[in-house]
């Protein structure tokens, strides 16, 4: 069965820019690259109005095993802290696990 690992983020205007180069060229190539991914989709909601942008990345694991194998991986604790300490406190994450309808 399918699953998406959807990752939401509020950020900050003033930090946007520097947060989208990060992203792409950083963290997003850095989890994909793993062997439990088979890539990812970045999306910003446009209809957001206010002082924070709001972005989603939907990563794509190769089954829910992989997905659970990363979940409990040291790759998983350094990417997590490597984000944290460039944008612990200022950008706002929620992570979620979805599971295809059958």
């Known amino acids: ?7 939401r983020a509020s950020v900050p205007r003033n930090l946007e820019s520097e947060w989208i180069t990060w992203m792409r060229e950083v963290h ?18 446009v209809s957001a109005d206010n002082s924070f942008s709001a972005y989603i990345i939907l990563y794509e694991p190769k089954s829910r ?12 604790r350094a990417l997590r802290a490597e984000n944290d300490e460039r944008y612990g406190g200022k950008v706002i994450l929620t992570r979620e696990i979805w ?4």
Not at 28 to 41: M, R, S, V
Not at 67 to 76: N, R
Not at 99 to 102: C, F, R, T
């Open 1 to 7: 069965m399918k699953c998406q690992y959807v990752v």
């Open 28 to 45: 997003i190539p850095k989890l994909t690259a793993l062997p439990w991914f088979n890539g990812a989709q970045f999306y910003k909601n």
């Open 65 to 76: 095993n992989d997905l659970a194998a990363y979940l409990e991986s040291k790759e998983c």
């Open 99 to 102: 599971h295809e309808e059958e």
